[in-house]
């Protein structure tokens, strides 16, 4: 089975081929756009999570019609900067061309300047696939914890090593990626979009 990945994040990539591969199995192949000989990703300039996934992964069917293609839009939202920052603006958080670090950097320096108390924090993401004759399918998924006050552990990427999960006492970067494939906002979706899709 095929799957092109509406990405050019490797982390993300590479969980995705996890993801996808425990969901299916290991017959599985995965692509990215990055394999593409010719693609421009789209400007993600939507308002929300769905119409973000939405631009992206359209844009990678326009071109591989006969594949399934998933994309998706994620990001973290902190309850003490008002419940919808960084949001969609997660991965450009610190700027259009900012490092996971700046944007992690960004959050925690604006959480003490506004003496944020609530660190009540969410992890959101919304998949979209597309089946190779053109249903779409739409998954929201939550992952909720809190924000830690400075970063610890060395795997993930994105805000994992400043979020540690509901119940736990460790971020996502020290937890690894055991417990993001069981647990993750991501990975939660890939399971319910396996469901709905009815291919396991």
Same mark, same amino acid.
């Given at each position: 089975?095929?799957?092109?990945?509406?990405?050019?994040?490797?982390?993300?990539?590479?969980?995705?081929?996890?993801?996808?591969? *425990?969901a299916?199995?290991?017959?599985?192949? *995965?692509?990215?756009?990055?394999?593409?000989?010719?693609?421009?990703?789209?400007?993600?300039n939507g308002?929300?999570?769905?119409?973000?996934?939405?631009?992206?992964?359209?844009?990678?069917?326009?071109?591989?019609?006969?594949?399934?293609?998933?994309?998706?839009?994620?990001?973290?939202?902190?309850?003490?900067?008002?419940?919808?920052?960084?949001? +969609?603006?997660?991965? !450009?958080?610190?700027?259009?061309?900012?490092?996971?670090?700046?944007?992690r950097?960004?959050?925690?320096?604006?959480?003490?300047?506004?003496? *944020?108390?609530?660190?009540?924090?969410?992890?959101?993401?919304?998949? +979209?696939?597309?089946?190779?004759?053109?249903?779409?399918?739409?998954?929201?998924?939550?992952?909720?914890? *809190?924000?830690?006050?400075?970063?610890?552990?060395q795997m993930?990427?994105?805000?994992?090593?400043?979020? +540690?999960? +509901?119940?736990?006492?460790?971020? $996502?970067?020290? $937890?690894?990626?055991?417990?993001?494939?069981?647990?993750?906002? !991501?990975?939660?979706?890939?399971?319910?979009?396996?469901?709905?899709?009815?291919?396991?």
């Amino acid at each position: 089975m095929e799957f092109w990945i509406a990405t050019t994040n490797k982390g993300k990539l590479s969980e995705f081929k996890t993801l996808l591969t *425990v969901a299916f199995g290991t017959n599985v192949q *995965v692509h990215s756009t990055n394999e593409l000989p010719v693609f421009f990703p789209p400007p993600e300039n939507g308002t929300s999570y769905l119409e973000n996934a939405r631009i992206k992964t359209k844009a990678v069917k326009a071109v591989k019609p006969e594949a399934w293609v998933i994309g998706d839009d994620s990001g973290i939202e902190v309850k003490g900067l008002g419940g919808n920052i960084p949001g +969609i603006h997660s991965a !450009r958080y610190a700027g259009p061309k900012a490092s996971d670090g700046e944007n992690r950097a960004k959050l925690i320096k604006m959480m003490q300047l506004k003496g *944020v108390s609530d660190r009540t924090a969410c992890f959101k993401c919304c998949l +979209i696939a597309y089946s190779p004759d053109g249903k779409e399918y739409i998954i929201n998924t939550e992952l909720h914890g *809190v924000i830690a006050s400075k970063e610890s552990g060395q795997m993930g990427f994105g805000y994992d090593s400043i979020f +540690i999960p +509901i119940n736990e006492t460790k971020s $996502l970067a020290e $937890l690894g990626p055991a417990f993001k494939n069981k647990f993750s906002h !991501r990975a939660l979706a890939v399971k319910e979009f396996a469901k709905q899709a009815l291919l396991i």
